[in-house]
């Protein structure tokens, strides 16, 4: 059996084979592949310095996703996305229902919280191994059907999680006011609270929403444990997607997506790997439910609503389905654009054509305005049309056209990242 | 029994609706085999043109009403629709309050530009793009369709009534012989499975008894062997992509006065939809059609107290399970066709 893995392997993909053959691999990956972890490795630890590039109090500061909230969720939507990218990019299974992965993974983790202790740790354990069950039986279920039915399976069984949280499983979800740990809960693990204290998540002692602010000049920089926390846990997640990738199940995944039939006809059947993979994403996405119970201590049922599943969707192809880099860049463009683009008012873009005449000036706040602050949907929407159309690699394959474009003749095979196909 | 008919017809508007976004969807993927997510959206779009009449009908202009004066003793400035001065009062007041019904001769015609276009313009070049590449462009097209109307509506439902002859409810127990009282029913919903009938039966018999009708079920069949004979088939195929759009936005015209249009109700039918669509069986008119009506009463009876009683929260998950069965033990929904969607 891995013999037969093996060969595929080498035949059927050159560039991810002469990765897993060279002879200095570090940590178990190729040259490009410990380049690229590297980089995101050095790109997330300084994230705080990175997303802060300008001054407090110039008018760009606005641009500015250098605090706390955003960089967590950067990287948990970072996880959440690269989770679906096993799934999707590698298989090619369109899943609209991994919100609920999410909502369970929270779900789980809050009543750890609860129940055990505020330490992280336990939370997240549990979040991903109930969102693994919970992926297991509506994969097992999903996976008798491909294509369209899939999704439809997959967005039905969210939609019933969804309703299922907000009305009759009040009890375990908190309905329409969702949960958080309060005082009372008995959390076993832990001591008596202080008088007045309210819990709050740490891990071992450090709490999630502790961190120091380092002032350089006009420059305030945040570091913030629970940000730190779920970066490393990200790195983690991240390094085991890139050995998914590289390994010969992720031959086998490319396999499904490339050729169902052909693989049937050599003896093998991919319904283990496709559930495999599926229960491996839906752990992913409880590992952000988790870190997102960890870092803000609440859950809602409309985690679990089907536009979440969309929006994850949205992260994947908008960053490159199939590619290891991809999926997080996506996370993090939109994350950004929900933050960042829609606090953009009026008065701000007259301040940005303040240089323009007047009436120039009103023309292009009019025109502007529509695409900005609350209207960054449209945006979104447009920028994703315009990405499936003539981009169907994502934005990394934009990146590899520009790139090809200035080292063109040099090596054609230089990009960083493979495509699944 | 009074129960019983009472939740038939509590389905049946629900389930018009599922029918007719069903069978749209239906006639898109038969014809030209792709999945399109933005169907909700044509339904939205549907409303918004309802919304849109009602509110230029009742454009008005100020007027000085010297019989009258307000508090401070000035003369009071009433606005008085155009409608009033072109057709006078009573005729103008019928129109504003018919802005729903009248609706829909303003919507044919949008919604067919709008389906043509879309089809022409993004559609078109997607036939030999994966059923994925299709879903997630169309996904695109829907939010960017709902921001648009967002961005023009606003964010809120805007409350778009009946006709005053048809706002009431009626006995339906009564007019059927059964004991008064019992069986009380929204006359509009009545009138809106009446017309989902009327449009369905029109898209069959369009279907069926045309000579345009048949060469679109034969480019169904086997869409090269309709071109090999010399038939331009793809034009006939975007106009009925036109037709689809039509047959969604007025489902959604005709809706407005049950729930209030707001910028996303598309998405949410559209979800059902394609349960129902799928349920039916891809590509079969009868199925989708069938299976809209089914899923709504279903989903009527599934909201009973006695059930609830039992089951809690049933009615908010049955038309899932429902489709997940039959999904499960008979892959191809009710009626569908052999080899339709089968990777």
């Given at each position: 059996?891995?013999?037969?893995?093996?060969?595929?392997?080498?035949?059927?993909?050159?560039?991810?084979?002469?990765?897993?053959?060279?002879?200095?691999?570090?940590?178990?990956?190729?040259?490009?592949?410990?380049?690229?972890?590297?980089?995101?490795?050095?790109?997330?630890?300084?994230?705080?310095?990175?997303?802060?590039?300008?001054?407090?109090?110039?008018?760009?500061?606005?641009?500015?996703?250098?605090?706390?909230?955003?960089?967590?969720?950067?990287?948990?939507?970072?996880?959440?996305?690269?989770?679906?990218?096993?799934?999707?990019?590698?298989?090619?299974?369109?899943?609209?229902?991994?919100?609920?992965?999410?909502?369970?993974?929270?779900?789980?983790?809050?009543?750890?919280?609860?129940?055990?202790?505020?330490?992280?740790?336990?939370?997240?354990?549990?979040?991903?191994?109930?969102?693994?069950?919970?992926?297991?039986?509506?994969?097992?279920?999903?996976?008798?059907?491909?294509?369209?039915?899939?999704?439809?399976?997959?967005?039905?069984?969210?939609?019933?999680?969804?309703?299922?949280?907000?009305?009759?499983?009040?009890?375990?979800?908190?309905?329409?006011?969702?949960?958080?740990?309060?005082?009372?809960?008995?959390?076993?693990?832990?001591?008596?609270?202080?008088?007045?204290?309210?819990?709050?998540?740490?891990?071992?002692?450090?709490?999630?929403?502790?961190?120091?602010?380092?002032?350089?000049?006009?420059?305030?920089?945040?570091?913030?444990?629970?940000?730190?926390?779920?970066?490393?846990?990200?790195?983690?997640?991240?390094?085991?997607?890139?050995?998914?990738?590289?390994?010969?199940?992720?031959?086998?995944?490319?396999?499904?997506?490339?050729?169902?039939?052909?693989?049937?006809?050599?003896?093998?059947?991919?319904?283990?790997?496709?559930?495999?993979?599926?229960?491996?994403?839906?752990?992913?996405?409880?590992?952000?439910?988790?870190?997102?119970?960890?870092?803000?201590?609440?859950?809602?049922?409309?985690?679990?609503?089907?536009?979440?599943?969309?929006?994850?969707?949205?992260?994947?192809?908008?960053?490159?389905?199939?590619?290891?880099?991809?999926?997080?860049?996506?996370?993090?463009?939109?994350?950004?654009?929900?933050?960042?683009?829609?606090?953009?008012?009026?008065?701000?873009?007259?301040?940005?054509?303040?240089?323009?005449?007047?009436?120039?000036?009103?023309?292009?706040?009019?025109?502007?305005?529509?695409?900005?602050?609350?209207?960054?949907?449209?945006?979104?929407?447009?920028?994703?049309?315009?990405?499936?159309?003539?981009?169907?690699?994502?934005?990394?394959?934009?990146?590899?056209k520009i790139a090809g474009m200035f080292k063109r003749g040099k090596d054609a095979d230089a990009s960083k990242t493979t495509p699944a196909e | 029994m009074e129960a019983i008919i009472l939740q038939i017809l509590n389905g049946l508007d629900k389930g018009s609706a599922y029918a007719l976004i069903a069978m749209g969807l239906t006639l898109i993927f038969g014809t030209l085999g792709v999945v399109n997510f933005a169907h909700g959206a044509l339904f939205m779009v549907g409303a918004f043109c309802a919304v849109t009449l009602s509110r230029i009908l009742t454009l008005s202009h100020e007027v000085v009403d010297p019989t009258r004066t307000d508090f401070l003793g000035n003369p009071l400035k009433v606005d008085v629709p155009y409608a009033y001065d072109w057709f006078g009062q009573a005729t103008g007041d019928a129109i504003i309050d018919w802005a729903v019904p009248l609706s829909i001769l303003f919507a044919v015609p949008v919604m067919i530009i709008i389906g043509v276009v879309m089809e022409r313009g993004l559609i078109k070049h997607f036939y030999k793009r994966p059923?994925?590449?299709?879903?997630?462009?169309?996904?695109?097209?829907?939010?960017?369709?709902?921001?648009?109307?967002?961005?023009?509506?606003?964010?809120?439902?805007?409350?778009?009534?009946?006709?005053?002859?048809?706002?009431?409810?009626?006995?339906?127990?009564?007019?059927?012989?059964?004991?008064?009282?019992?069986?009380?029913?929204?006359?509009?919903?009545?009138?809106?499975?009446?017309?989902?009938?009327?449009?369905?039966?029109?898209?069959?018999?369009?279907?069926?008894?045309?000579?345009?009708?048949?060469?679109?079920?034969?480019?169904?069949?086997?869409?090269?062997?309709?071109?090999?004979?010399?038939?331009?088939?793809?034009?006939?195929?975007?106009?009925?992509?036109?037709?689809?759009?039509?047959?969604?936005?007025?489902?959604?015209?005709?809706?407005?006065?049950?729930?209030?249009?707001?910028?996303?109700?598309?998405?949410?039918?559209?979800?059902?939809?394609?349960?129902?669509?799928?349920?039916?069986?891809?590509?079969?008119?009868?199925?989708?059609?069938?299976?809209?009506?089914?899923?709504?009463?279903?989903?009527?009876?599934?909201?009973?107290?006695?059930?609830?009683?039992?089951?809690?929260?049933?009615?908010?998950?049955?038309?899932?399970?429902?489709?997940?069965?039959?999904?499960?033990?008979?892959?191809?929904?009710?009626?569908?066709?052999?080899?339709?969607?089968?990777?």
């Amino acid at each position: 059996m891995t013999d037969q893995t093996e060969q595929h392997a080498t035949s059927a993909a050159p560039a991810a084979s002469s990765a897993t053959q060279s002879s200095t691999k570090v940590l178990g990956l190729g040259p490009k592949d410990f380049k690229l972890m590297f980089l995101v490795v050095v790109l997330t630890m300084a994230a705080p310095f990175l997303l802060n590039p300008f001054p407090e109090g110039s008018a760009m500061a606005q641009f500015n996703a250098g605090y706390p909230d955003l960089m967590q969720r950067f990287v948990i939507f970072g996880i959440f996305a690269i989770g679906f990218n096993i799934l999707f990019g590698l298989t090619g299974y369109l899943s609209f229902g991994h919100a609920a992965f999410l909502g369970v993974g929270s779900y789980a983790g809050i009543w750890m919280m609860k129940l055990l202790t505020m330490n992280v740790i336990p939370a997240i354990v549990v979040s991903v191994a109930v969102a693994g069950v919970f992926a297991l039986i509506v994969g097992y279920i999903s996976l008798r059907r491909s294509g369209i039915y899939f999704s439809i399976l997959t967005l039905a069984f969210a939609q019933m999680s969804y309703s299922l949280a907000y009305s009759v499983l009040t009890p375990i979800t908190g309905g329409e006011t969702g949960l958080q740990p309060k005082v009372a809960d008995p959390r076993i693990l832990d001591g008596a609270l202080e008088a007045g204290a309210s819990p709050r998540a740490n891990l071992f002692g450090l709490e999630m929403g502790a961190g120091f602010e380092w002032q350089v000049g006009n420059w305030l920089f945040t570091f913030n444990a629970g940000y730190y926390v779920a970066a490393v846990v990200m790195l983690v997640a991240f390094y085991l997607s890139i050995r998914i990738f590289r390994s010969p199940f992720g031959m086998m995944l490319r396999a499904v997506k490339s050729n169902q039939q052909r693989l049937s006809y050599t003896g093998l059947s991919p319904k283990p790997y496709t559930l495999a993979a599926f229960v491996i994403s839906g752990m992913y996405a409880g590992l952000a439910g988790g870190l997102l119970v960890a870092m803000d201590t609440q859950v809602g049922a409309e985690r679990m609503f089907w536009t979440a599943s969309g929006e994850v969707v949205l992260m994947t192809i908008l960053g490159g389905a199939g590619t290891l880099i991809g999926p997080v860049l996506g996370a993090g463009l939109i994350k950004y654009m929900e933050n960042i683009l829609s606090k953009i008012n009026k008065d701000i873009l007259h301040e940005w054509f303040f240089f323009l005449p007047d009436g120039f000036e009103n023309l292009m706040v009019e025109l502007v305005y529509p695409f900005i602050g609350k209207g960054w949907h449209l945006t979104l929407g447009i920028i994703f049309m315009l990405v499936v159309i003539f981009l169907p690699g994502g934005l990394v394959e934009g990146g590899q056209k520009i790139a090809g474009m200035f080292k063109r003749g040099k090596d054609a095979d230089a990009s960083k990242t493979t495509p699944a196909e | 029994m009074e129960a019983i008919i009472l939740q038939i017809l509590n389905g049946l508007d629900k389930g018009s609706a599922y029918a007719l976004i069903a069978m749209g969807l239906t006639l898109i993927f038969g014809t030209l085999g792709v999945v399109n997510f933005a169907h909700g959206a044509l339904f939205m779009v549907g409303a918004f043109c309802a919304v849109t009449l009602s509110r230029i009908l009742t454009l008005s202009h100020e007027v000085v009403d010297p019989t009258r004066t307000d508090f401070l003793g000035n003369p009071l400035k009433v606005d008085v629709p155009y409608a009033y001065d072109w057709f006078g009062q009573a005729t103008g007041d019928a129109i504003i309050d018919w802005a729903v019904p009248l609706s829909i001769l303003f919507a044919v015609p949008v919604m067919i530009i709008i389906g043509v276009v879309m089809e022409r313009g993004l559609i078109k070049h997607f036939y030999k793009r994966p059923h994925a590449d299709q879903i997630l462009v169309t996904f695109g097209l829907a939010i960017v369709l709902q921001e648009v109307i967002k961005y023009f509506y606003g964010a809120n439902p805007i409350p778009t009534p009946a006709p005053q002859a048809f706002a009431s409810s009626m006995d339906m127990g009564a007019a059927l012989g059964f004991e008064a009282g019992q069986i009380i029913y929204p006359i509009w919903r009545l009138v809106y499975f009446v017309f989902a009938a009327i449009v369905i039966g029109c898209v069959f018999a369009f279907l069926q008894f045309t000579t345009f009708g048949m060469v679109v079920r034969a480019g169904m069949a086997d869409r090269e062997t309709v071109g090999l004979l010399g038939i331009n088939i793809d034009k006939r195929f975007t106009i009925m992509f036109g037709i689809a759009a039509a047959v969604a936005g007025l489902a959604g015209v005709m809706y407005t006065p049950i729930t209030s249009p707001n910028y996303h109700m598309g998405m949410d039918f559209l979800v059902l939809s394609f349960v129902v669509v799928v349920v039916g069986g891809m590509g079969s008119l009868p199925g989708a059609v069938l299976a809209g009506f089914l899923l709504g009463v279903i989903e009527a009876f599934a909201s009973l107290p006695q059930v609830l009683d039992v089951l809690p929260g049933l009615n908010q998950i049955i038309i899932f399970l429902v489709a997940i069965v039959i999904l499960l033990t008979r892959p191809r929904g009710l009626m569908g066709r052999k080899g339709v969607m089968e990777e």
